[in-house]
């Protein structure tokens, strides 16, 4: 095979002599690699692959021959078992590669990751790359069954530095998929022996067979202090200029880069020529979405004819072409130069556009002698950013096929700065062909969500207070004793939101407190109800649509919908939805919403905030389904009554004090239990369940409690204003300080874990109605605010320490050494 590299003088000796870097191992590594610098704070250096065809030109025989070669071998080594294999190349650079590999393999699908989010396609996994550019993966499968079996797993990337990136990815997919075996497969295995002993130690884990295979294997030879020396010299070469020839024409801003635009500063645009490819309908743009054997096959049919499309347009006399990728687009590209390179009177050559920002030195020992600079022009999802082009301009070719996906054939493509201006400045005849972007089917969904459930029908409330985008499951038997509950969950790893706790009934006594209490602080109340509600009219939205996290929200909810009405006489619309924590919220409730409000006007109600994990929690899930669905404007800032956990900006007070609606469960939430999510029970295309508990009607204080606080509206009114002209004035910017209270007191009390730690009077008081608790830590002094807390922590036999200076009102503590499970920030059980 040709290696690629005649040159007497090796593409790395330039950086080697300057840095100390070196390569260490077998023979073939420094016909593979190069070595370039690097801009990016994390590593200075960049090992340039030789036939790869990202940076360098090369033939597109030897770039797809490198990873027919691999697959073959991944062939030999599975066996039978290859018939049941994946193959998953890495962005961007391995995408070409890891296709390549696949079709080596044989009859095997192929996937790719991608940095490019895709509206209606749900992620089946992400993960993050340590040490590049730009770190985040998603994969995006059109077929969410695609990683799902459980044959193995080819896992195929350019480079195996450190092994961190293919950990990671092995570790995610794990948890969600596991199967028995996975290959790692790259051009050249570079790990140290304590990079190879983790991968070693996640095998040992997992008892899962882990096999490398590389082209090549060495090591990297740093020196102390590389990465700031490295650091230096970039910003030496940038500032002072380095190498001679090619990199002297660059602009002076950037000495090595090569400018879009001739000498005299006038563009310089040759006629575009472009290329229908007639691309096979149906056939996907590349792995992004999965590529199939089917694929494969059509694919394989078309490749002569687009290939000889391409060459008829060559301009006559042409002897040297570059077949131009563009960044993940890298297969199509490459198979179609191959194609060429075996039908063309002329010497062809492959590379891709990139991301990846390089130093370019023209100088035979250095991988990158020059660098086009242009804007990107597929609307990125990270925004704009410039790319690049390497060894490019002064490499001798008389044309150049720039073959982009439709998604990027965008004007900034063809803008006086863009890619084919850069490319006519040095290059006579530039060819353009566009491959049609994929668009993945979406999955079938229903004409129509439901409507949400009213009252009486569901709830005790009034049907205009509050619309639960819930399905009702009152029918079903899913409640179980706190303590058998828990022990399910920790024994079997189920889930919080998979089944209720026998609802709390209260004692005599305790509903005395409870209206005393009610009673003590209605005012109050009714003084943050109406204190977040103008924050919420004057901030957020003139015409909010309330959406309240059920069921602790939905009270809290429905009382900003009164003082709306009573203050300024407007009917609010409000909703009442559910978020599991470690699941995320309702995306079906949210698709409801965006069909008919503007998610702009969406605020979403809680009772208050502890340490602020729901927070956390609906900050994720509404950037995943804006993500997936496309849809934006969903704020996910929560509107609370009370912020002691200073978690958020919209709230009535930071104070810890008792909000008499978390003395008790379903008796003052409308009758309605917490929600549930179980596979059994709710669709892909359901709301999240609830049950309503119409016998419990006796002992309901749903509406009265609404009717103390809204009662004592007028009193208040003139304060709420003034409280309202002084919180506006003030910083609120969140400094969750309740998180690093939390973590100090896990640790004070040997903890060892936040989510086991519930602070504030309404989740201590939860603590004690449906957990099995282990103490509850009282401030010094606490008053009235704490009589039912004393009252439940004496009826179940929990001890009460008062603590100085304590940031809450009161602590709940769960350990699990003291109860038969605990659940986690997941949802799952905490297991010691």
């Given at each position: 095979?040709?290696?690629?590299?005649?040159?007497?003088?090796?593409?790395?000796?330039?950086?080697?002599?300057?840095?100390?870097?070196?390569?260490?191992?077998?023979?073939?590594?420094?016909?593979?690699?190069?070595?370039?610098?690097?801009?990016?704070?994390?590593?200075?250096?960049?090992?340039?692959?030789?036939?790869?065809?990202?940076?360098?030109?090369?033939?597109?025989?030897?770039?797809?021959?490198?990873?027919?070669?691999?697959?073959?071998?991944?062939?030999?080594?599975?066996?039978?078992?290859?018939a049941?294999?994946?193959?998953?190349?890495?962005?961007?650079?391995?995408?070409?590669?890891?296709?390549?590999?696949?079709?080596?393999?044989?009859?095997?699908?192929?996937?790719?990751?991608?940095?490019?989010?895709?509206?209606?396609?749900?992620?089946?996994?992400?993960?993050?790359?340590?040490?590049?550019?730009?770190?985040?993966?998603?994969?995006?499968?059109?077929?969410?069954?695609?990683?799902?079996?459980?044959?193995?797993?080819?896992?195929?990337?350019d480079?195996?530095?450190?092994?961190?990136?293919?950990?990671?990815?092995?570790?995610?997919?794990?948890?969600?998929?596991?199967?028995?075996?996975?290959?790692?497969?790259?051009l050249?295995?570079?790990?140290?022996?304590?990079?190879?002993?983790?991968?070693?130690?996640?095998?040992?884990?997992?008892?899962?067979?882990?096999?490398?295979i590389?082209?090549?294997?060495?090591?990297?030879?740093?020196?102390?202090?590389?990465?700031?020396?490295?650091?230096?010299?970039?910003?030496?070469?940038?500032?002072?200029g380095?190498?001679?020839?090619?990199?002297?024409?660059?602009?002076?801003?950037e000495?090595r880069?090569?400018?879009?635009?001739?000498?005299?500063?006038?563009?310089?645009?040759?006629?575009?020529?472009?290329?229908?490819?007639?691309?096979?309908?149906?056939?996907?743009?590349?792995?992004?979405?999965?590529?199939?054997?089917?694929?494969?096959?059509?694919?394989?049919?078309?490749?002569?004819?687009?290939?000889?499309?391409?060459?008829?347009?060559?301009?006559?006399?042409?002897?040297?072409?570059?077949?131009?990728?563009?960044?993940?687009?890298?297969?199509?590209?490459?198979?179609?130069?191959?194609?060429?390179?075996?039908?063309?009177?002329?010497?062809?050559?492959?590379?891709?556009?990139?991301?990846?920002?390089?130093?370019?030195?023209?100088?035979?020992?250095?991988?990158?002698?020059?660098?086009?600079?242009?804007p990107?022009?597929?609307?990125?999802?990270?925004?704009?950013?410039?790319?690049?082009?390497?060894?490019?301009?002064?490499?001798?070719?008389?044309?150049?096929?720039?073959?982009?996906?439709?998604?990027?054939?965008?004007?900034?493509?063809?803008?006086?700065?863009?890619?084919?201006?850069?490319?006519?400045?040095?290059?006579?005849?530039?060819?353009?062909?566009?491959?049609?972007?994929y668009?993945?089917?979406?999955?079938?969904?229903?004409?129509?969500?439901?409507?949400?459930?009213r009252?009486?029908?569901?709830?005790?409330?009034?049907?205009?207070?509050?619309?639960?985008?819930?399905?009702?499951?009152?029918?079903?038997?899913?409640?179980?004793?706190?303590?058998?509950?828990?022990?399910?969950?920790?024994?079997?790893?189920?889930?919080?939101?998979?089944?209720?706790?026998?609802?709390?009934?209260?004692?005599a006594?305790?509903?005395?407190?409870?209206?005393?209490?009610?009673?003590?602080?209605?005012?109050?109340?009714?003084?943050?109800?109406?204190?977040?509600?103008?924050?919420?009219?004057?901030?957020?939205?003139?015409?909010?649509?309330?959406?309240?996290?059920?069921?602790?929200?939905?009270?809290?909810?429905?009382?900003?919908r009164?003082?709306?009405?009573?203050?300024h006489?407007?009917?609010?619309?409000?909703?009442?939805?559910?978020?599991?924590?470690?699941?995320?919220?309702?995306?079906?409730?949210?698709?409801?919403?965006?069909?008919?409000?503007?998610?702009?006007d969406?605020v979403?109600?809680?009772?208050?905030?502890?340490?602020g994990?729901?927070?956390?929690?609906?900050?994720?899930?509404?950037?995943?389904?804006?993500?997936?669905?496309?849809?934006?404007?969903?704020?996910?800032?929560?509107?609370?009554?009370?912020?002691?956990?200073?978690?958020?900006r919209?709230?009535?007070?930071?104070?810890?004090?008792?909000?008499?609606?978390?003395?008790?469960?379903?008796?003052?939430?409308?009758?309605?239990?917490?929600?549930?999510?179980?596979a059994?029970?709710?669709?892909?295309?359901?709301?999240?369940?609830?049950?309503?508990y119409?016998?419990?009607?006796?002992?309901?204080?749903?509406?009265?409690?609404?009717?103390?606080?809204?009662?004592?509206?007028?009193?208040?009114?003139?304060?709420?204003?003034?409280?309202?002209?002084?919180l506006?004035?003030?910083?609120?910017?969140?400094?969750?300080?309740?998180?690093?209270?939390?973590?100090?007191?896990?640790?004070?009390?040997?903890?060892?874990?936040?989510?086991?730690?519930?602070?504030?009077?309404?989740?201590?008081?939860?603590?004690?109605?449906r957990?099995?608790?282990?103490?509850?830590?009282?401030?010094?002094?606490?008053?009235?605010?704490?009589?039912?807390?004393?009252?439940?922590?004496?009826?179940?036999?929990?001890?009460?320490e008062?603590?100085?200076?304590?940031?809450?009102?009161?602590?709940?503590?769960?350990?699990?050494?003291?109860?038969?499970?605990?659940?986690?920030?997941?949802?799952?059980?905490?297991?010691?």
């Open positions: 095979m040709n290696n690629a590299v005649n040159d007497a003088v090796w593409s790395g000796s330039w950086v080697a002599e300057r840095l100390g870097v070196g390569l260490v191992g077998d023979d073939d590594l420094p016909a593979l690699l190069g070595l370039a610098l690097r801009r990016n704070p994390k590593r200075a250096h960049l090992l340039v692959s030789n036939v790869l065809g990202k940076h360098v030109p090369q033939s597109p025989a030897v770039v797809y021959e490198y990873g027919l070669r691999l697959g073959r071998r991944v062939a030999a080594l599975l066996g039978e078992e290859r049941g294999a994946v193959v998953l190349g890495y962005a961007e650079t391995a995408t070409g590669l890891g296709h390549a590999v696949a079709d080596g393999l044989g009859a095997v699908p192929y996937l790719h990751s991608t940095r490019r989010p895709v509206p209606g396609v749900a992620p089946a996994g992400g993960f993050e790359e340590s040490h590049s550019h730009a770190t985040s993966h998603l994969l995006l499968p059109e077929d969410p069954v695609l990683l799902a079996g459980d044959g193995p797993l080819v896992l195929v990337d480079e195996f530095s450190t092994g961190n990136t293919v950990l990671n990815t092995m570790r995610d997919l794990h948890e969600r998929y596991p199967r028995e075996r996975y290959v790692v497969v790259a050249v295995d570079m790990r140290s022996a304590e990079d190879s002993a983790r991968l070693a130690r996640f095998a040992r884990e997992t008892g899962a067979r882990v096999d490398v590389a082209a090549a294997s060495g090591t990297v030879r740093l020196p102390e202090g590389v990465l700031e020396k490295g650091q230096r010299l970039v910003a030496e070469c940038e500032s002072a380095c190498g001679a020839g090619a990199a002297a024409r660059a602009r002076a801003a000495p880069d090569v400018s879009s635009r001739a000498p005299g500063g006038a563009p310089r645009s040759g006629p575009l020529t472009r290329v229908d490819l007639h691309w096979p309908a149906g056939v996907p743009d590349g792995g992004r979405h999965g590529f199939t054997p089917a694929h494969r096959a059509r694919l394989e049919a078309a490749l002569p004819a687009m290939a000889g499309r391409i060459r008829e347009a060559l301009p006559v006399g042409a002897r040297r072409v570059l077949v131009l990728g563009f960044e993940e687009l890298m297969y199509a590209p490459l198979r179609l130069a191959r194609e060429l390179e075996q039908a063309a009177d002329a010497e062809v050559r492959f590379s891709t556009t990139t991301r990846s920002p390089v130093l370019a030195v023209d100088d035979p020992g250095y991988a990158i002698r020059s660098r086009l600079v242009f990107a022009h597929d609307d990125p999802a990270d925004g704009p950013g410039e790319r690049y082009a390497y060894n490019v301009a002064g490499a001798g070719f008389d044309a150049v096929v720039a073959v982009v996906d439709s998604v990027a054939d965008t004007p900034a493509l063809h803008a006086p700065d863009g890619l084919l201006a850069a490319l006519a400045a040095h290059v006579p005849h530039v060819l353009l062909a566009v491959v049609p972007s668009v993945p089917h979406a999955p079938e969904r229903p004409a129509m969500l439901p409507e949400p459930l009252g009486p029908a569901f709830s005790s409330y009034a049907p205009e207070e509050v619309g639960w985008l819930l399905q009702d499951l009152s029918d079903v038997t899913l409640e179980a004793p706190t303590e058998e509950r828990e022990e399910a969950i920790q024994r079997g790893g189920a889930h919080y939101a998979e089944s209720l706790p026998v609802e709390y009934q209260p004692s006594r305790y509903q005395e407190l409870f209206h005393a209490a009610l009673d003590a602080s209605a005012a109050r109340l009714a003084q943050a109800v109406g204190v977040v509600t103008e924050t919420v009219l004057t901030e957020r939205s003139p015409r909010p649509v309330l959406v309240s996290l059920a069921r602790a929200g939905t009270p809290v909810g429905i009382l900003i009164r003082w709306a009405r009573f203050r006489g407007i009917d609010l619309p409000h909703y009442a939805v559910s978020i599991v924590r470690g699941r995320g919220i309702d995306a079906n409730a949210l698709r409801w919403l965006a069909d008919r409000h503007d998610p702009r969406v979403f109600v809680d009772g208050w905030t502890g340490k994990a729901i927070t956390r929690e609906l900050a994720e899930a509404v950037e995943e389904f804006e993500r997936k669905e496309g849809v934006t404007g969903f704020d996910p800032e929560i509107a609370v009554l009370a912020d002691p956990g200073s978690c958020v919209t709230y009535g007070t930071r104070e810890d004090f008792l909000i008499p609606s978390a003395c008790l469960n379903s008796t003052v939430s409308g009758l309605i239990s917490r929600t549930v999510l179980r059994d029970l709710v669709g892909p295309h359901d709301f999240h369940g609830a049950k309503f119409r016998e419990l009607a006796g002992a309901d204080v749903s509406v009265a409690f609404l009717d103390a606080v809204a009662a004592r509206f007028p009193e208040v009114a003139d304060g709420v204003d003034s409280a309202v002209k002084e506006l004035a003030t910083d609120r910017t969140p400094t969750w300080a309740g998180w690093r209270a939390v973590e100090r007191i896990s640790e004070e009390y040997g903890i060892h874990d936040v989510n086991l730690v519930k602070p504030g009077v309404g989740e201590t008081t939860r603590v004690l109605l957990r099995v608790p282990w103490k509850i830590l009282a401030r010094a002094g606490a008053g009235a605010d704490l009589d039912h807390v004393r009252l439940l922590a004496e009826q179940r036999g929990v001890p009460v008062e603590v100085d200076d304590l940031p809450y009102t009161c602590v709940g503590l769960i350990h699990p050494r003291y109860t038969r499970g605990a659940t986690g920030a997941d949802g799952k059980a905490v297991n010691v």
